[in-house]
């Protein structure tokens, strides 16, 4: 049997993850259903080889998908899902927009629905995200690990046993993008008022930035013996972080806005 997938909405990140699908060979051209109302996104996805269909009635009567992933903004998921409960006893579904719960999926496709929850970051549209998920208890195990599989081309999957926890996930690898884009900004700030120019600040920072990530997520270490390792008695480092850590300052800042987050996570999920 061929496992078909149906993609709702292809912009840049449903055509990054279906190109991740089709450069890794798990999907073939004609497996999959790309389902985008845009002419121009519609058009770019059919560069693929896949099947493009400007709505829901496009698509054939008897398809029986085994995945429909919805990557729509979350603000227009009421309107979408109702033309795809025609395939809830067939698929399972996944959806990749921030703040829409389960439940709104059960409301739309059923109570019996088979509901894939995910939280993906922007580093994903280039295959070095991190993507939280949660399912009901409708998901098979098979196609939970069938959605890891097409999950895993956008970077690295991690699974929680409970939805609010999602909300946690959002606060810290799906904002957590912006928190290193910042960092970066101020230490190139740094790095001009301590006299550099600033397009070697920059670069400097970011290199900085990407080589010490790199070395973290290849290395047996842990990033307390690798700090621990840079860091020389009374030497260079050890003054910066005299004050970065005297009297737990970064981490106190970051459990600060990282509880901002998920607070606000909270509010903003009633979609």
């Given at each position: 049997?061929?496992?078909?997938v149906?993609?709702?909405?292809c912009g840049?990140m449903?055509?990054?993850?279906?190109?991740g699908?089709?450069?890794?060979?798990i999907?073939?051209?004609?497996q999959?259903h790309?389902?985008?109302?845009?002419d121009?996104?519609r058009?770019?996805?059919a560069t693929l080889g896949?099947?493009?269909?400007?709505?829901a009635?496009r698509?054939?009567?008897?398809?029986?998908?085994?995945?429909?992933?919805i990557a729509?903004?979350?603000?227009?998921?009421r309107?979408v899902?109702?033309?795809?409960?025609r395939?809830?006893?067939?698929?399972t579904?996944?959806?990749v927009?921030?703040?829409v719960?389960?439940?709104?999926?059960?409301?739309?496709?059923?109570?019996?629905?088979a509901?894939?929850?995910?939280?993906?970051?922007?580093?994903a549209?280039?295959?070095?995200?991190?993507?939280?998920?949660?399912?009901?208890?409708?998901?098979?195990?098979s196609?939970?690990e069938?959605?890891?599989?097409l999950l895993?081309?956008?970077?690295?999957?991690a699974?929680?046993?409970?939805?609010?926890?999602?909300?946690?996930?959002t606060?810290?690898?799906?904002?957590?993008?912006?928190?290193v884009?910042?960092?970066?900004?101020?230490?190139?700030?740094?790095?001009v008022v301590?006299?550099?120019?600033?397009?070697?600040a920059?670069?400097?920072?970011?290199?900085?930035?990407?080589?010490?990530?790199?070395l973290?997520?290849?290395?047996k270490?842990?990033p307390?013996?690798?700090?621990?390792?840079?860091t020389?008695?009374?030497?260079?480092?050890a003054?910066?972080?005299?004050?970065?850590?005297?009297?737990d300052?970064?981490?106190r800042l970051?459990?600060?806005?990282?509880?901002?987050?998920?607070?606000?996570?909270i509010?903003?999920?009633?979609?």
């Amino acid at each position: 049997m061929v496992d078909n997938v149906v993609l709702v909405g292809c912009g840049n990140m449903g055509f990054a993850m279906l190109k991740g699908w089709l450069d890794a060979g798990i999907l073939q051209p004609d497996q999959v259903h790309v389902v985008e109302p845009t002419d121009a996104l519609r058009e770019r996805a059919a560069t693929l080889g896949v099947h493009a269909h400007a709505n829901a009635s496009r698509l054939e009567t008897d398809l029986s998908p085994r995945i429909v992933l919805i990557a729509v903004k979350p603000q227009v998921m009421r309107d979408v899902l109702p033309a795809y409960e025609r395939l809830a006893d067939k698929a399972t579904f996944v959806s990749v927009a921030a703040g829409v719960k389960v439940a709104l999926f059960e409301q739309y496709l059923g109570d019996k629905a088979a509901v894939i929850r995910t939280i993906p970051n922007t580093p994903a549209a280039i295959g070095k995200g991190m993507i939280v998920t949660f399912r009901n208890a409708h998901v098979s195990d098979s196609d939970a690990e069938f959605v890891d599989t097409l999950l895993k081309t956008s970077g690295k999957v991690a699974a929680v046993d409970d939805e609010k926890l999602i909300d946690v996930a959002t606060a810290v690898s799906g904002s957590g993008p912006a928190y290193v884009f910042h960092f970066i900004e101020c230490l190139t700030e740094a790095a001009v008022v301590a006299g550099l120019e600033r397009k070697t600040a920059e670069l400097l920072a970011m290199q900085t930035v990407y080589g010490a990530g790199v070395l973290a997520a290849s290395s047996k270490d842990t990033p307390t013996t690798l700090r621990e390792q840079v860091t020389s008695p009374k030497g260079t480092t050890a003054a910066a972080l005299d004050v970065l850590m005297g009297h737990d300052k970064l981490k106190r800042l970051m459990i600060k806005a990282v509880y901002k987050a998920h607070q606000r996570a909270i509010e903003l999920g009633t979609y």
